[in-house]
C-alpha cells in the first residue's frame, strides 16, 4: 500500500487509635494524579482509513514521576462539522511501555481493552478504564480500528492548533495490522503526523497515578493488625 492511502478530512483502643495516627502521620504530602496531555480538546482534522484497512494511532509520554501508575485512557473520535461518525464503533484501547526511546513501534503492548465509540463528532473525550499498570522510560497510548463498515473513516481527530508537539503523535496503517507487533507494519504505512504534512497532535490522553509507597502500607497494615489484637474475645 501506499502513504496516500492513509486519508485525511480537514476541516478503638489506645494502642490501636496511636498506631493509626502514627501512620497517617507517615504518609507523605498526597500527590496529585498525572494527566498525560499534548492536545487542546478541539481537532481540526480527521485521518482515516478505507473499508478493509486496520488503522493504529497513538500519542507517546515520558512517564512522570507520580504517575507511573495508567488507570486510564481517554480518547475522542471524529471531529466536529467532519465526516458523520456512528456511534458503538468497535474499536480497542491500548497501552504500550516503551523503554528505550527513538521509534515507538518497538513498543511492547501492555494492556488491550476492548471499546466501543462514543460521542463522535464533539471533542468529548471517553474515558476508558485499565488495569492499574505500572509503566516506565515512556507511556504509548493508542487506540485501533479495523475497519470493516464498507466506507472510509475519518475516526482519528487530530489538533492542529499551535503550540503543537513533533515526535509525539504516530500512525501506522495496513491490511491484518499485528498490535503486537507495530514494527512489522511497512516502513511507508507508518510515521509521525508531521510526516504526512499535518502536524499536529491527536485528541487522547491517559492518566496516571503515583507507585503506592510500602511504607504507607505497612504501617497501615501495622495499625491494623494492633487494633486486632485489643480486642478480647469471651467464651459464652
Do not use: H
Not at 473499508?51 to 488507570?71: C, Y
Not at 497510548?141 to 515526535?167: K, Q
Request: some cysteine; aromatic content about 8%.
Amino acid at each position: 500500500m501506499k502513504i496516500r492511502n492513509l486519508k485525511s478530512e480537514k476541516a478503638a483502643p489506645q494502642r490501636a487509635v496511636f498506631m493509626f495516627a502514627l501512620a497517617l502521620l507517615a504518609v507523605p504530602a498526597a500527590r496529585a494524579d498525572v494527566l498525560y496531555s499534548v492536545d487542546d480538546g478541539t481537532a481540526e482534522l480527521g485521518l482515516g482509513i478505507d473499508s478493509g484497512e486496520d488503522m493504529i494511532w497513538m500519542n507517546r509520554f515520558p512517564v512522570q514521576a507520580g504517575g507511573e501508575v495508567i488507570t486510564s485512557i481517554s480518547a475522542a473520535y471524529g471531529r466536529p462539522g467532519g465526516q458523520v461518525i456512528p456511534n458503538g464503533l468497535a474499536v480497542s484501547i491500548l497501552l504500550y511501555q516503551d523503554t528505550n526511546g527513538g521509534s515507538p513501534f518497538d513498543a511492547t503492548l501492555l494492556r488491550e481493552i476492548p471499546a466501543l465509540t462514543a460521542n463522535c463528532n464533539t471533542n468529548i473525550l471517553n474515558n476508558y478504564a485499565i488495569p492499574a499498570t505500572t509503566v516506565s522510560g515512556d507511556l504509548i497510548a493508542a487506540v485501533m480500528l479495523r475497519n470493516r463498515t464498507g466506507i472510509t473513516l475519518f475516526l482519528a481527530p487530530l489538533d492542529r492548533t499551535v503550540p503543537n508537539f513533533s515526535d509525539t503523535s504516530f500512525y501506522a496503517f495496513n491490511v491484518g495490522l499485528d498490535q503486537t507487533n507495530l514494527d512489522s507494519v511497512p516502513v511507508a504505512n507508518r510515521g509521525t503526523t508531521e510526516s504526512l504534512g499535518f502536524a499536529g497532535n491527536f485528541l487522547l490522553r491517559a492518566n496516571g497515578t503515583a507507585i503506592p509507597e510500602p511504607t504507607t502500607i505497612l504501617l497501615a497494615t501495622c495499625a491494623a493488625l494492633t487494633y486486632g489484637a485489643g480486642i478480647r474475645r469471651t467464651r459464652i
